[in-house]
């Protein structure tokens, strides 16, 4: 939807409704002209599909998309800043292999949640956070122009927060006489790839800065890291690509009620309904700003990938409508072209079987301060085997083998596809010396001809640290980061899995009259610390349970599935984006490469390529957004918006 589609679609709609009113013979009917009508409050934006069917004409037709009083980009055309370098830093950018956020994970034998830190947002001070840096750090060119805390809906539940910040490469902007900035009509960037951009056609990267399913706040700071591998946030304005990063509510926002009771406003659908008004604010000033909003490509990591796929997946659904008319988006299309996702943290409904599946071979979970701690076996290998019916909806084969007590089948040798491209990558990169070095060191491989295979559990034991317990999401007692999303205004928290629920349901009727105990970690009051008891599974059980049951009624059920990119994968009666990319690091103990990998299979059913449904181990990386090499964004990028 560009400016001069849209004029000559003007210019053929005055044409065909002044020839069908002469054909009338209207010659005594009033000419309605600019003079005699009212000045709009609202401005619209007709785009280039727009024209209308006259009586039996054949010309398509689209609804009319309206910028919301309030929502147009131009009135800020003088608040623009330029920027022209930036400090490279590692600032704001947090560390995804340091200790949890969230306190102890609650599974059955308890425990600290550990490791699941987060993508950050790059807001901290670059001085501040790269406090070890010299005065001699890396300076990052930016040429760019900035508009900060730009409200992207009309009556935000928290004003702070649902706001976005937008950095546009120079090159795409001009200042006129009166000191406003607009969009340069005539603006070329042509980036090291030799893929040549304008205004009109440059994509724009949608970053979220979502962590834990917490409040996240747009970013400021361009020198910070992307996370891993991946260079910095400037690189997306070298690479000639517009920069649009989202604030989000999150289960950590607060804001303070009539009464005066501060509440919680975050949770739930929160999310995703700010990105999608973000994106719909974007649709409606397509005209009004630089870059293509065709052509979003979203990203963000961990639990903010998990927030990308959702974006990508639930396009135009009217599923979140309601939310976004409360909060006053704009009335416009919400799907987007690419997701560009790392590491996901979602599919709660089914997060703990997945993840018991995923580390079936690994008996016990990362303690705090190194060692081990067993998990209960039973329970993971209860939720494991609900994957082998799972498995069949996605068109795959899953098989418990009882005898080597292990799973196998047209399924696990998916997730073993992507294993083996990872080290035949890693393989070929090295001489024969480190060729042998690596064999030796990794019994799990094999190579034959050149080919290198791998033993997928054997790969899961050796590489991948367990860092959750079996129910370390849905947990007992509901201190995980992502029971935070299923959380009431006063803080109370409550369950989301039916899965948990009824292999919970199940084992506390097997042990209804046992006498066998369970060990579990619980929190002694008095001393503030967790401890190890026994208990009688009979006792735990009926503990536990009557808190899945009451919490799980038919709306709960109908929010989780909502949350869950693959709901509308599968249904396939949203608009999806057309390309997805799945980056997860090799070594990383949580569950993005599992729901990753259901996402790819869901696709794939949908008809989507495989190649547009890319999954990257990427090699020694732990839990984040990680790269091969930072070139690697620029690469995919351009070679979908080309």
């Given at each position: 939807?560009?400016?001069?589609?849209?004029?000559?679609?003007?210019?053929?709609?005055?044409?065909?409704?002044?020839?069908?009113?002469?054909?009338?013979?209207?010659?005594?009917?009033?000419?309605?002209?600019?003079?005699?009508?009212?000045?709009?409050?609202?401005?619209?934006?007709?785009?280039?599909?727009?024209?209308?069917?006259?009586?039996?004409?054949?010309?398509?037709?689209?609804?009319?998309?309206?910028?919301?009083?309030?929502?147009?980009?131009?009135?800020?055309?003088?608040?623009?800043?330029?920027?022209?370098?930036?400090?490279?830093?590692?600032?704001?950018?947090?560390?995804?292999?340091?200790?949890?956020?969230?306190?102890?994970?609650?599974?059955?034998?308890?425990?600290?949640?550990?490791?699941?830190?987060?993508?950050?947002?790059?807001?901290?001070?670059?001085?501040?956070?790269?406090?070890?840096?010299?005065?001699?750090?890396?300076?990052?060119?930016?040429?760019?122009?900035?508009?900060?805390?730009?409200?992207?809906?009309?009556?935000?539940?928290?004003?702070?927060?649902?706001?976005?910040?937008?950095?546009?490469?120079?090159?795409?902007?001009?200042?006129?006489?009166?000191?406003?900035?607009?969009?340069?009509?005539?603006?070329?960037?042509?980036?090291?790839?030799?893929?040549?951009?304008?205004?009109?056609?440059?994509?724009?990267?949608?970053?979220?800065?979502?962590?834990?399913?917490?409040?996240?706040?747009?970013?400021?700071?361009?020198?910070?890291?992307?996370?891993?591998?991946?260079?910095?946030?400037?690189?997306?304005?070298?690479s000639g690509y517009v920069l649009v990063s989202v604030g989000t509510r999150g289960n950590t926002s607060t804001v303070t009620d009539a009464s005066g009771n501060e509440i919680y406003c975050g949770t739930g659908n929160a999310f995703i309904t700010d990105l999608k008004a973000g994106v719909r604010f974007l649709k409606v000033n397509d005209s009004q700003m630089a870059g293509d909003a065709e052509k979003i490509i979203a990203t963000g990591g961990s639990a903010g990938g998990g927030a990308a796929s959702l974006l990508a997946a639930s396009g135009n659904t009217d599923v979140f409508d309601k939310e976004l008319s409360d909060i006053g988006a704009a009335e416009a299309p919400d799907d987007i072209f690419a997701g560009m996702i790392y590491c996901p943290i979602t599919d709660m409904e089914n997060a703990d079987a997945d993840y018991d599946l995923l580390h079936y071979s690994q008996k016990a979970k990362a303690g705090m301060g190194g060692g081990e701690e067993p998990i209960d076996t039973e329970v993971a290998k209860a939720l494991a085997m609900t994957m082998i019916e799972r498995a069949e909806t996605f068109g795959s084969e899953?098989?418990?083998?009882?005898?080597?007590?292990?799973?196998?089948?047209?399924?696990?040798?998916?997730?073993?596809?992507?294993?083996?491209?990872?080290?035949?990558?890693?393989?070929?990169?090295?001489?024969?010396?480190?060729?042998?070095?690596?064999?030796?060191?990794?019994?799990?491989?094999?190579?034959?001809?050149?080919?290198?295979?791998?033993?997928?559990?054997?790969?899961?034991?050796?590489?991948?640290?367990?860092?959750?317990?079996?129910?370390?999401?849905?947990?007992?007692?509901?201190?995980?980061?992502?029971?935070?999303?299923?959380?009431?205004?006063?803080?109370?928290?409550?369950?989301?899995?039916?899965?948990?629920?009824?292999?919970?349901?199940?084992?506390?009727?097997?042990?209804?009259?046992?006498?066998?105990?369970?060990?579990?970690?619980?929190?002694?009051?008095?001393?503030?610390?967790?401890?190890?008891?026994?208990?009688?599974?009979?006792?735990?059980?009926?503990?536990?349970?009557?808190?899945?049951?009451?919490?799980?009624?038919?709306?709960?059920?109908?929010?989780?599935?909502?949350?869950?990119?693959?709901?509308?994968?599968?249904?396939?009666?949203?608009?999806?984006?057309?390309?997805?990319?799945?980056?997860?690091?090799?070594?990383?103990?949580?569950?993005?490469?599992?729901?990753?990998?259901?996402?790819?299979?869901?696709?794939?059913?949908?008809?989507?390529?495989?190649?547009?449904?890319?999954?990257?181990?990427?090699?020694?990386?732990?839990?984040?957004?990680?790269?091969?090499?930072?070139?690697?964004?620029?690469?995919?990028?351009?070679?979908?918006?080309?």
């Amino acid at each position: 939807m560009k400016l001069i589609n849209k004029i000559i679609s003007l210019i053929l709609i005055v044409v065909i409704v002044c020839g069908i009113a002469a054909c009338a013979g209207s010659d005594n009917t009033p000419s309605q002209t600019g003079s005699e009508t009212a000045a709009p409050e609202e401005t619209i934006i007709q785009t280039d599909q727009e024209t209308e069917a006259i009586e039996t004409t054949a010309e398509e037709t689209t609804e009319e998309m309206v910028i919301p009083e309030g929502l147009d980009l131009s009135q800020y055309s003088k608040a623009w800043e330029h920027i022209d370098t930036v400090k490279a830093s590692s600032g704001g950018a947090g560390n995804m292999n340091g200790p949890g956020m969230g306190g102890p994970e609650g599974g059955m034998m308890g425990g600290p949640e550990g490791g699941m830190g987060g993508p950050g947002n790059g807001n901290a001070d670059a001085d501040v956070a790269g406090s070890a840096e010299t005065e001699e750090a890396e300076m990052l060119e930016a040429n760019c122009y900035a508009l900060f805390n730009v409200p992207y809906c009309t009556s935000p539940v928290d004003p702070e927060v649902q706001v976005m910040n937008i950095y546009v490469p120079d090159a795409y902007m001009t200042e006129e006489a009166d000191g406003s900035i607009v969009i340069n009509p005539d603006g070329i960037f042509t980036n090291s790839d030799g893929t040549t951009y304008t205004a009109q056609t440059a994509p724009i990267i949608y970053q979220n800065t979502i962590d834990a399913y917490k409040e996240g706040t747009p970013i400021v700071d361009l020198g910070a890291s992307r996370k891993g591998n991946s260079g910095h946030y400037a690189d997306y304005l070298a690479s000639g690509y517009v920069l649009v990063s989202v604030g989000t509510r999150g289960n950590t926002s607060t804001v303070t009620d009539a009464s005066g009771n501060e509440i919680y406003c975050g949770t739930g659908n929160a999310f995703i309904t700010d990105l999608k008004a973000g994106v719909r604010f974007l649709k409606v000033n397509d005209s009004q700003m630089a870059g293509d909003a065709e052509k979003i490509i979203a990203t963000g990591g961990s639990a903010g990938g998990g927030a990308a796929s959702l974006l990508a997946a639930s396009g135009n659904t009217d599923v979140f409508d309601k939310e976004l008319s409360d909060i006053g988006a704009a009335e416009a299309p919400d799907d987007i072209f690419a997701g560009m996702i790392y590491c996901p943290i979602t599919d709660m409904e089914n997060a703990d079987a997945d993840y018991d599946l995923l580390h079936y071979s690994q008996k016990a979970k990362a303690g705090m301060g190194g060692g081990e701690e067993p998990i209960d076996t039973e329970v993971a290998k209860a939720l494991a085997m609900t994957m082998i019916e799972r498995a069949e909806t996605f068109g795959s084969e899953l098989i418990y083998d009882e005898q080597a007590d292990t799973f196998k089948g047209e399924f696990i040798d998916g997730l073993n596809t992507y294993v083996e491209e990872c080290y035949q990558k890693l393989y070929d990169s090295k001489n024969a010396d480190e060729q042998k070095a690596l064999l030796e060191e990794n019994d799990f491989l094999t190579v034959q001809d050149g080919k290198v295979s791998t033993d997928f559990y054997g790969f899961i034991t050796a590489r991948m640290s367990r860092k959750k317990g079996e129910l370390g999401f849905d947990s007992p007692n509901n201190t995980s980061n992502e029971a935070g999303i299923f959380m009431n205004e006063d803080g109370t928290k409550y369950h989301f899995s039916v899965t948990d629920r009824d292999i919970l349901n199940e084992l506390m009727d097997k042990y209804a009259d046992s006498d066998e105990t369970i060990r579990l970690q619980e929190l002694n009051e008095e001393i503030h610390e967790f401890v190890l008891i026994e208990k009688p599974k009979s006792e735990y059980y009926a503990d536990i349970v009557p808190s899945y049951d009451e919490a799980l009624d038919s709306e709960v059920q109908e929010l989780a599935a909502s949350l869950n990119p693959l709901t509308f994968i599968m249904a396939a009666d949203s608009s999806m984006a057309k390309h997805w990319r799945f980056n997860i690091g090799e070594i990383d103990g949580d569950a993005g490469f599992m729901t990753a990998y259901l996402m790819s299979l869901a696709l794939g059913n949908a008809g989507v390529s495989p190649e547009n449904a890319d999954i990257n181990l990427i090699y020694d990386c732990a839990h984040g957004a990680m790269e091969d090499a930072p070139e690697d964004v620029q690469i995919f990028i351009d070679s979908i918006c080309k």
